[in-house]
């Protein structure tokens, strides 16, 4: 049997702050205010991977993740260039998402 928890392999999971899907059932209720968690800087994540030599990537969740896209797209961009994977989920359909793209 093969555990998965937000992802494959051993990963760090970034719970952003902020949704307002307002989903029933919601796993992660608390993330849902717009106000609250803490704020931290995408090179202290960076750093919290480097000293884990078996992480085989990053998960985004929430929390809406594309509510904060430039941060967490600069953040992918790092972790992908240190040949580790980014998995990210979302409320937003694939359409709104290409809506919401910068053109
Ligand atoms: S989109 Fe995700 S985080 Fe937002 S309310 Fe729905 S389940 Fe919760």
């Known amino acids: 049997m093969k555990l998965q928890i937000d992802g494959d392999g051993c990963r760090l999971t970034v719970f952003v702050q902020g949704c307002a899907r307002r989903c029933p059932g919601c ?23 480097a000293e884990n030599p078996i992480l085989s990537g990053i ?14 797209a600069s953040l992918a961009r790092a972790v992908h260039q240190r040949g580790l994977d980014v998995w990210s989920y979302s409320g937003f359909t694939l359409e709104e998402l290409a809506q919401r793209a910068p053109s």
């Open 59 to 72: 998960t985004f969740s929430g929390g809406e993740p594309f509510l904060q896209p430039a941060p967490l």
């Open 27 to 49: 796993q992660n209720p608390e993330t849902q205010p717009m106000e609250g968690g803490r704020t931290i800087d995408t090179t202290a994540i960076l750093q919290q991977m």
